[in-house]
């Protein structure tokens, strides 16, 4: 979940926001006031919520790369080129000041920082009247803004965080990129949080990826494969169809052994397109190719439409887009869709006599929004096509962001999101050796009834020997699919024992590993359970961690050294990509079950060590967003006060998880 500006108090703060005001511009002139017109809501709120100063900041081209590239072309024709006329023109960020201010009119005051960049504007700052907006010069001025070295971007953000009480980012575009005005400020402000753009963009996009509402049809386009491999390898694992269409459509037509003419392909890619056929036949995901074309004889505007009926394309064709019966299949496809995802346009649609397949495409996916679909596009050219066709307003959401929405479809955690985030709670139940199968039904149906639209992550963990029907009723609702254990060996002669590969063939996401029962009654080390956990994660599996301390190690006042054992030693050898898929939770041994809780203060505590560990192993951007749940006798009259904590990030829940009526207090609380 990401904190939004609506979360914090504003009232007679400095608010520095980085916004994307990187929009096109010729000779002082904004060409496309899109970005601009995008972050209007989040200024006028942080102005009308009564901030003392708005500072923003945004970069505007690339400077130092643009100017170079322009005089090397200006030196080649010949021609003389003055530096300083070409970055006022192109780069300076006093124009979009005064752009700002005709935007927001009587709104606000804009005032512009100076020239003379993004330093030592403090005093220029404080001096402003209140409710003022500042527009700082173009953070790319400096070359620490772009820096890999992380102390160079450190430098220009604690200068930019002295301009803010509060940070708040709303600059989508740029999300994905670690510099120092979109990342590394947050380590130096108090409060990060997202402004409305960034809000909506992330509430389409990062559902399609964790949990969207299925059935899920995805539509990938564009020219190359090798640009879109993580974007449709993501899309797999939700999606019922993939829908492979443009240029990259004819490498995985060549790698099905058709004929494909003089089409554009990657044959260095031909593997790659195989390999994603493949997964897609074993995940059961219908792939949609081209079966018929509109080819020509040359790439170019003006050459003429060849219709081609069948999948092959003839030697002498380029295919430039896709045929009448493709587009039917298209359309049965789409009308079967709850979620439509489109990235990438099917066909040459910047050439009008080409057009028609992204015409068509983009009709469909708004027809299907008016009857409820959600409908997500993203990426640049799927985005400019949906405005070329003047649709753009009919589709639930059209991404702002070109690179970063990609990056988000891929899966990819955004530097930019990331120090908005704050951590989802997260509420397990644990239904142990409990329950026959039908008993296991029905609480599983009820579940589902009454967490649906819950706020919060859930998890069901039945026995084995009802996964496979709990599983069923819980495919498409909001309740995770967990197990409460698996062997340390991925498969062979190890009897009575269940395998990482046979839970992800019931779709277990969620793997319990290091219970106390099992520690205990089970008498399993930290050594086999950091195995398990590692076999786990190399499987893709979720895993809740579980610690704590017996009384006996309590009253010894060992509390904090078996914790720091337990956690180290379950987590040697995960790596840091591996870890924010690690829930621990904290369930001191003597309140599991017993009726006796921790109480908040004294759970606290531990938590907040156990997240200190963290810290120390990962540093603290893991450490912030790790999850810690807390265990033992959590009720529906003890878990809010619980979760008020500020480290305790939801509870595993094993007695009051049995039944709805004791389980769902607990996770619909707060
Ligand atoms: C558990 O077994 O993980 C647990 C916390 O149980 P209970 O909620 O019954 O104490």
Known sequence: ???????????????????????????GVVQDDTRIVAAIPTIKYIIAHGAKTLTLMSHLGDPAKDAEKAKAKAEKDGKSFDMDKYIKGKHRMEPIAAYLQKKLGKNATVVFAGEDGCYNKKAFIDGQKPGTVIMLENTRFHKEETSSDEKERDKLAKALAEYGDIFVNDAFGTAHRDHASTASIAKFVPVSVAGFLMEKEVNYLEPIVTNPVKPMVAIIGGAKVSSKI????????????????????????????????????EDDQIDTANKILETAKTAGVEIVLPVDHVGAEKFDAAAKPVAVAGVNVPDKLIAMDVGPKTLALYQKVISKAKTIVWNGPVGVFEFDAFAKGTEEVAKMVAAATEKGVITVVGGGDSVAAVNKFKLASKMSHVSTGGGASLELLEGKKLPGIEVTRCRDYFIAGNWKMHMTRA?????????????????????????????????EILKGSNILLGAQNCAAEEQGAHTGEVSVLQLKDLGVGVIILGHSERRHIYKEDDTLINQKVKLALKHGFEVILCIGE???????????AVCKGQTEKGLAGVTAAELSRITIAYEPVWAIGTGKTATPD??????????????????????????????????GDNAAQLMAMEDIDGALVGGASLKPETFAPIAKFG
Request: no cysteine.
């Open 602 to 635: 004294d759970a606290q505590k531990v938590h907040k060590f156990v997240r200190g560990i963290v810290e120390k192993l990962y540093g603290a951007a893991a450490a912030r967003q790790i999850v810690i749940q807390y265990g033992g006798s959590v009720k």
């Open 1 to 27: 979940m990401i904190k939004t500006v609506k979360t914090v108090d504003l009232n007679g703060k400095r608010v520095i926001m980085r916004v994307d005001f990187n929009v096109p511009m010729k000779d």
């Open 230 to 265: 993580a974007v449709l390898e993501s899309l797999l694992k939700n999606s019922s169809a993939l829908v492979i269409g443009g240029g990259m459509a004819y490498t995985f037509l060549k790698a099905q052994g058709k004929k494909i003419g003089k089409s554009l392909v």
């Open 550 to 560: 017996t009384l006996d190690e309590r009253e010894k006042g060992k509390v904090e």
């Open 439 to 471: 008993e296991s039904a029905n609480l599983a149906k009820a579940l589902v009834k009454s967490l649906k639209g819950g706020k919060h992550r859930y998890m069901a963990a039945p026995s084995f020997t009802s996964l496979e029907t709990v599983g």
